[in-house]
C-alpha cells in the first residue's frame, strides 16, 4: 500500500518548535519532489515548503523562510519539517505530498493555489496548534 503519514504535531506556546516527520512507505522518495501544505480553519489549503529530492533543492514560502527548515533522509524515507519561532498563524493541520511530476508541487507551492487531486500521494494530516 502506498501511504505517507504525518506524525509530530502538537500543543506550543508562541516561539515555541516543533518538527514534523513525513514517512512514506510502499514506495520510495527517489526522484520525487516532497511538499509540505497546511490548513487552517476556515481557510484554503497553502504550500509551506518543498523539496526536490533529485538535487536536495528547497523552497519555502515567506510566511516561513528563516523560520522552517526542510529535510530528508531518502535512505529511511523520511521528510522532515523543523519549525521554529512558531507564531499564531501557523496553526493548522499540516499535509505532506509527494509527486515526482517535475512541476506539479513547485507551482503549487508557489503560487498558492492548491488543487489536491493532482499530486500522487498525500498523507492524513497532523495537527498544530500555537497559542498564547
Known amino acids: 500500500q502506498l501511504q505517507l503519514v504525518e506524525s509530530g504535531g502538537g500543543l506550543v506556546q508562541p516561539g515555541g518548535s516543533l518538527r514534523l516527520s513525513c514517512a512514506a512507505s510502499g514506495f520510495t522518495l527517489d526522484y520525487y519532489y516532497i511538499g509540505w501544505f497546511r490548513q487552517a480553519p476556515g481557510k484554503e489549503r497553502e504550500g509551506v515548503s518543498y523539496?526536490?529530492?533529485?538535487?536536495?533543492?528547497?523552497y519555502y514560502t515567506s510566511s516561513v523562510d528563516g523560520r522552517f527548515t526542510i529535510s530528508i533522509d531518502s535512505a529511511k524515507k523520511v521528510v522532515w519539517l523543523q519549525m521554529n519561532s512558531l507564531k499564531a498563524e501557523d496553526t493548522g493541520v499540516y499535509y505532506c505530498?509527494?509527486?515526482?511530476?517535475?512541476?506539479?508541487?513547485?507551482?503549487?507551492?508557489?503560487?498558492?493555489?492548491?488543487?489536491?487531486?493532482?499530486?500522487?500521494?498525500w498523507g492524513q494530516g497532523t495537527q498544530v496548534s500555537v497559542y498564547s
Open positions: 505530498a509527494a509527486d515526482n511530476h517535475a512541476s506539479s508541487i513547485p507551482i503549487m507551492v508557489r503560487s498558492g493555489i492548491v488543487d489536491t487531486s493532482l499530486l500522487e500521494h
Open positions: 523539496i526536490n529530492n533529485r538535487d536536495g533543492s528547497t
